[in-house]
C-alpha cells in the first residue's frame, strides 16, 4: 500500500447516513488520510430511522418527523472524522429522496421515498458525479443491499446503473461484504463478554454475513480504527455507545472494525495479496492518466 494516493479519487454510495461509517469509515479514513479524494454520495437522511437517544425521541418520523435533519449534521461530524471533504446528497438541488423505511411498512409506500424514485433520475444524478469526479474506485452495496433494506437494493442499483451508463468508466467497482467468519469470532467474543451480537447465537443467523469465498479484498484500516469509532459516536442517534460496536476494544476488536471486506465485481484482482489471496489495496493496479 502506497504512503501518497494523491491523484487517486474514490466514489461510495450509500443509503443512508451511519451506512458509510459502519461499512467503510477506516477505509474513508486511511485512504483520505493518505491524500486520495475521497466522495461520499448518500441517498437519503434516513428520516425512518429509530432514535436511541431518548431525549431525542421526538425527531422520530412519527412525532414531529425532523430526525433527517439531525442526521445530516451527524453526517458532517462524521465525516469531520474521518477527514472526508466532498459529502453529498444524491439530487442535492434537484429533488430530495427520503428514507423508505423496510419492506411492507407504511413508510415504503410514500411517493417521494427513494424505493420509488425515478430510477433514471436519479441514475442520472449519480452519472453527473462520476463524469464530474472521474473516480478509480466505486464502492457500494451487493445485489440484496447487505440485508435486503429497499433504499440498500436501490442505492446498489442506482450505483451499478449510473457506472455503465456514465462517460467516464471505473477501473474497479467493489461491494461492501462481511465474512462468516470474521462475524462468528465477533459472536463468540461476545458470548464470552456476557452479551450477544444481534441477537445472533451464529453468523448464519444474519442476513449480511457471507460466505469467505466472497471476500476479495481486505482494507486493513486498524491504524484508523479511532476515526471510525468517533464518526461512529457522531452517529448517535443510530448507534449506541455502549452496544456491540464499542464492547470489542482488544485485538478482536481491531480485526472486526479496522478491516474492512470487499467483493470485487469488475476490474481486476491486482498488487500485494495476503495469506489469503486478499488484495490489500484497493486502488492495487491502477495507472493514474487524468
Excluded at 121 to 138: F, R
Excluded at 163 to 178: D, H
Amino acid at each position: 500500500m502506497l504512503d501518497n494516493y494523491t491523484g487517486y479519487r474514490m466514489l461510495l454510495v450509500h443509503a443512508h447516513p451511519d451506512d458509510e461509517t459502519i461499512n467503510n469509515g477506516s477505509t474513508m479514513a486511511l485512504y483520505a488520510s493518505r491524500g486520495a479524494q475521497v466522495t461520499l454520495i448518500t441517498c437519503t437522511r434516513g428520516e425512518e430511522g429509530e432514535v436511541l437517544i431518548p431525549e431525542l425521541a421526538h425527531l422520530a418520523a412519527h412525532e414531529t418527523d425532523t430526525l433527517g435533519d439531525h442526521r445530516v449534521t451527524e453526517l458532517a461530524q462524521a465525516m469531520v472524522a474521518l477527514g472526508v471533504k466532498d459529502h453529498r446528497f444524491l439530487g442535492e438541488g434537484v429533488t430530495r429522496y427520503r428514507d423508505s423505511g423496510m419492506m411492507g411498512t407504511p413508510a415504503n409506500d410514500g411517493p417521494n421515498t427513494f424505493w420509488k424514485a425515478d430510477f433514471d433520475q436519479a441514475t442520472q444524478s449519480l452519472v453527473s458525479v462520476i463524469n464530474e469526479v472521474k473516480p478509480h474506485v466505486l464502492i457500494t452495496y451487493d445485489e440484496f443491499g447487505g440485508y435486503g433494506h429497499p433504499d440498500h437494493i436501490q442505492a446498489h442499483r442506482v450505483a451499478m446503473a449510473a457506472a455503465e451508463s456514465a462517460q467516464w468508466k471505473i477501473p474497479k467497482i467493489y461491494w461492501n461484504v462481511m465474512p462468516k467468519s470474521v462475524i462468528q469470532d465477533g459472536i463468540e467474543k461476545m458470548k464470552e463478554l456476557g452479551s450477544d451480537f444481534m441477537g445472533a447465537e451464529s453468523a448464519d443467523d444474519l442476513p449480511f454475513a457471507k460466505d469467505d469465498s466472497f471476500v476479495h479484498a481486505r482494507v486493513n484500516g486498524a491504524e484508523y480504527v479511532h476515526h471510525k469509532m468517533d464518526a461512529m459516536r457522531a452517529h448517535g442517534t443510530q448507534i449506541a455507545i455502549d452496544g456491540p460496536f464499542f464492547s470489542l476494544s482488544n485485538n478482536l476488536g481491531l480485526e472486526i472494525w479496522g478491516n474492512e471486506y470487499y467483493t470485487l465485481v469488475h476490474g481486476e484482482k491486482s498488487g500485494q495479496l495476503d495469506s489469503a489471496g486478499h488484495e490489500t489495496d484497493l486502488f492495487a493496479g491502477i495507472v493514474l492518466t487524468s
